[in-house]
């Protein structure tokens, strides 16, 4: 009994700083799951289904700018630094990098992101939104979260993004009481993240002595050079979710923008029940990985069992209740939704599925470039069908393809996730990974 009781005060220690990021990072994803089921039905009932989806488009809109200055680097980044965790030097010289590249990312996405929004009407008559909008893009982006996730200090994440982003959601119901206050959605999300972001980079001085220093151009083209593919990747796994976004609003219009995105919204609330899983593991299972490939392998897909069993009862309960979530959440005006949520509600499954086999196995086992052939050859099927499937049937043509399209890329990244784990298997003298 005593020996079976040390066992498991050996065990606990041994995973503590894994479980407690898991707690931090469950107690964010609770927030990101409540504050929008309190935000988007008050924001549907105050400003109407039209301004909600012209909101939703910008915000698909300005989601590019935000895929640009990421580049990646919450995936490359994480991992990096999660590599030299003793070594502070290292780590500065990494944070140093990534941060110049990302300041440089958003002076020419700014630029850029102007430049479209005067020279087109359907973003220059409320080119506000598109202005204000773009803070969230530089708060995000001054915010290093893949450091945080890298040394594995989840909780510096959370109370920022706690603090903040409850202020300035209180801030909605204060400011927000007619249609013609729709711009300030922007303006309180822009100061909620720029906040934020301007208080990590005081924490990171204070508690980890690390000091920004603007990098020459030859380290920021490095860090270009080696984010790439993940770049790549996330930049076409746009493309099949805001370009949807975007080409149903030029199509149908705002209202059909509304509808969808309402649905959209909610299925892939329930589907981020999985984020403070991944980016509790993954920097740990890539410090794993390069240690044992296989038993970290064996790892994953126990884990990815048992999570596709749990996303498969939420969805059969979602499913069969899905015109009372929607009237429930959203009001009975917005039961158009129903039968889009009835598809969207597959997402929550298979974006765990691509986690699992395309983050936490095919990038921790550096294989970048097959992480983006996945998203290479989804994009190609989304961008050959939205456009037909959008024009006859509206949202309901946009809700089929990204499902479609979220298939694709769950089989593509399982295929390649497997054939590197047969070769690993073979190589170790062992293949049970079937």
């Known amino acids: 009994m005593k020996l079976k009781l040390f066992d498991i005060f050996r065990q606990y220690k041994k995973h503590k700083i894994l479980a407690s990021n898991f707690v931090y990072l469950s107690v964010l994803q609770g927030l990101n799951l409540i504050l929008p089921l309190i935000t988007l039905p008050y924001l549907i009932r105050v400003l109407g289904v039209e301004y909600f989806g012209l909101l939703s488009f910008s915000f698909a809109f300005i989601t590019y700018f935000q895929i640009i200055t990421d580049y990646g680097f919450n995936a490359t980044g994480t991992r990096d630094v999660s590599m030299v965790m003793d ?3 290292k780590q500065n010289e990494i944070f140093n990098q990534i941060m110049s ?6 002076v020419l996405s700014f ?12 973003f220059r008559t409320y080119w506000m939104v598109y202005l204000f909008s773009f803070g969230s893009i ?3 982006a001054i915010f290093p979260v893949w450091y945080f996730q890298g040394i594995q200090k989840m909780k510096y994440i959370t109370y920022l993004n706690l603090v903040t982003k409850i202020i300035f959601t209180i801030a909605l119901f204060i400011f927000i009481k007619h249609k013609s206050d729709y711009y300030l959605v922007p303006v309180f999300n822009a100061l909620g993240f720029i906040s934020a972001g301007i208080f990590s980079l005081f924490y990171l001085r204070k508690d980890f002595n690390i000091r920004f220093r603007v990098q020459s151009f030859k380290k920021i083209k490095e ?13 076409k796994i746009s493309l099949f979710t805001n370009t949807n976004t975007l080409i149903l609003g030029i199509i149908a219009g705002n209202h059909a923008v509304g509808f969808f995105s309402a649905a959209e919204k909610l299925a892939r609330a329930i589907g981020n029940l999985q984020t403070p899983i991944s980016n509790t593991l993954f920097p740990y299972l890539s410090k794993e990985m390069s240690l044992d490939k296989y038993s970290t392998i064996q790892k994953i897909k126990k884990i990815t069992m048992y999570g596709a069993f749990i996303f498969s009862v939420i969805i059969v309960i979602c499913f069969c209740f899905a015109e009372q979530i929607i009237k429930i959440i959203y009001g009975a005006e917005m039961v158009s939704a129903v039968i889009l949520f009835k598809i969207l509600i597959l997402i929550p499954l298979l974006s765990f599925l691509d986690s699992m086999y ?14 983006f052939r996945v998203i290479l050859y989804a994009t190609i099927l989304n961008l050959g069908i939205n456009l037909l499937l959008t024009y006859y049937y509206k949202e309901l043509g946009t809700a089929i393809t990204l499902i479609i399209t ?3 890329i769950a089989l593509g990244m399982w295929y390649f996730a497997k054939r590197e784990i047969d070769m690993i ?3 170790g003298g062992k293949n049970e990974f079937n």
């Open 406 to 408: 979220q298939v694709l």
């Open 358 to 371: 395309g983050k936490q196995i095919l990038l921790n086992l550096g294989k970048d470039n097959l992480y």
């Open 111 to 122: 630029i850029l992101m102007t430049g479209i929004v005067f020279a087109f009407e359907i």
């Open 138 to 140: 530089l708060g995000q």
């Open 425 to 427: 298997a073979q190589k």
């Open 101 to 106: 590249t990302k300041l440089l990312l958003v």
């Open 223 to 235: 860090q270009l050079n080696k984010g790439k593919y993940v770049f790549l990747s996330e930049l």
């Open 87 to 89: 070594n502070v030097e």
